[in-house]
T-cell receptor, first 112, second 114 residues
Framework: GEDVEQSLFLSVREGDSSVINCTYT??????LYWYKQEPGAGLQLLTY?????DMKQDQRLTVLLNKKDKHLSLRIADTQTGDSAIYFC????????????FGSGTRLLVRP | GAVVSQHPSRVICKSGTSVKIECRSLDFQATTMFWYRQFPKQSLMLMATSNEGSKATYEQGVEKDKFLINHASLTLSTLTVTSAHPEDSSFYIC??????????FGQGTRLTVV
């Protein structure tokens, strides 16, 4: 089946690292994505990882993928107040005509 | 990255009327476009997938006669909410995909039916 789960809320202090977790159930997914949504806006792609990789780093962002446990995480180093937003992970099941299945979203609040 | 423009960003309409939302890919050809609906503090729910020149594929539970999707060209898809009711009030987001891996999202349309 297709189901993506995330914790709903995370609060961190400015300068600390944030780790947002996601679990998915469809092992056929070839790509997994992280999107950021600011209030009243569309989604911005942050990064994505291919299923045969276990880590990808892009500046302050690090994505870890544990395919055995179907667990994906996004680490934001040196979190800033501008990082406050909702973060969605999404999977792209192989036989789904490229549609994305989104998690419930994690609201990240960065405290000064 | 590529730009997807969604219009209007906000619309208020009377119950029983129809509303059209446009989604344009500005600098690439979108072979596939997706329409999502997002309720407050919830995730995006895929409504339908449209491929240029063919009928849209609707997700289970989405009324195709109520949510009309037209993808007449490689740069434009429209979603028409027909005979809108207050329960149709929501945030509608489109995304467009070329032949690559990334789906680009529009800014979203806040629909309020009064």
């Amino acid at each position: 089946g297709e189901d993506v789960e995330q914790s709903l809320f995370l609060s961190v202090r400015e300068g600390d690292s944030s780790v947002i977790n996601c679990t998915y159930t469809d092992s056929s997914s070839t790509y997994l994505y992280w999107y950021k949504q600011e209030p009243g806006a569309g989604l911005q792609l942050l990064t994505y990882i291919f299923s045969n990789m276990d880590m990808k780093q892009d500046q302050r962002l690090t994505v870890l993928l544990n395919k055995k446990d179907k667990h994906l995480s996004l680490r934001i180093a040196d979190t800033q107040t501008g990082d406050s937003a909702i973060y969605f992970c999404a999977e792209n099941p192989r036989d789904s005509s490229y549609k994305l299945i989104f998690g419930s979203g994690t609201r990240l609040l960065v405290r000064p | 990255g590529a730009v997807v423009s969604q219009h209007p960003s906000r619309v208020i309409c009377k119950s029983g009327t129809s509303v059209k939302i446009e989604c344009r890919s500005l600098d690439f050809q979108a072979t596939t476009m997706f329409w999502y609906r997002q309720f407050p503090k919830q995730s995006l729910m895929l409504m339908a997938t449209s491929n240029e020149g063919s009928k849209a594929t609707y997700e289970q539970g989405v009324e195709k006669d109520k949510f009309l999707i037209n993808h007449a060209s490689l740069t434009l898809s429209t979603l028409t909410v027909t005979s809108a009711h207050p329960e149709d009030s929501s945030f509608y987001i489109c995304s467009a995909r070329d032949r690559g891996l990334e789906a680009f999202f529009g800014q979203g349309t806040r629909l309020t039916v009064v």
